[in-house]
């Protein structure tokens, strides 16, 4: 029987179900068995993540040849210049390779939650934050954008895959959901 869930990954939770060094994985929240992560979120990222047992969704979301957009709220430091956000729309160099053009916007400070270890603050540097929506998955890929345009990314939550939102799921908790029509 095919199986879905939706997760709220805290700061510091590794995308996989077991760790040698003793960090916090999936397991120490997911109960349900048989199911994986659909992608992957960083040590250092919070939010939405699917699981799944269904092998061809899984494909499907995690293959860059799909495009499946993939939203985020970036807490970024300093205050983003229109051509800072251009470049972020249009495409930006990294490592050797240019990003597809993602959305981006600029937005006032979201409600969430409180993170278990705080953001550094600099009383000298002001922050911000954007809410990005990209179609691909490298690694680090939005924490690398926002640094290349000069915008270091503070604290990044993933809000939404494709459909799905994180809306009303606190973090460190999940839920068994029907098929997502992703």
């Not at 899984?58 to 807490?75: D, G």
């Not at 956000?85 to 240019?98: M, N, P, Q, T």
């Not at 979201?110 to 000298?124: N, Q």
């Amino acid at each position: 029987m095919l199986k879905y869930a939706v997760f709220n990954k805290p700061f510091e939770v590794l995308c996989q179900f077991t760790d040698e060094m003793g960090r916090k994985t999936l397991k120490d929240y997911i109960k349900v068995p048989g199911i994986y992560s659909v992608g992957r979120l960083d040590y250092d990222s919070e939010g939405l993540l699917l699981l799944t047992n269904d092998v061809a969704m899984n494909h499907r979301i995690s293959n860059p040849k799909n495009k499946v957009e993939k939203t985020y709220l970036a807490q970024v430091e300093g205050i983003p210049t229109p051509e800072q956000l251009a470049k972020l729309k249009s495409g930006v160099l990294i490592e050797g390779y240019k990003t597809l053009p993602s959305k981006v916007r600029a937005i006032q400070e979201p409600k969430l939650w409180e993170r278990s270890r705080p953001i550094r603050f600099r009383k000298s540097i002001p922050t911000s934050w954007l809410e990005l929506t990209i179609r691909e998955g490298k690694n680090r890929q939005v924490r690398k954008m926002t640094a290349a345009v000069g915008l270091p990314c503070l604290r990044l939550v993933r809000v939404a895959i494709g459909p799905l939102k994180l809306e009303g799921l606190p973090p460190g908790k999940y839920k068994e959901i029907i098929k997502p029509a992703i």
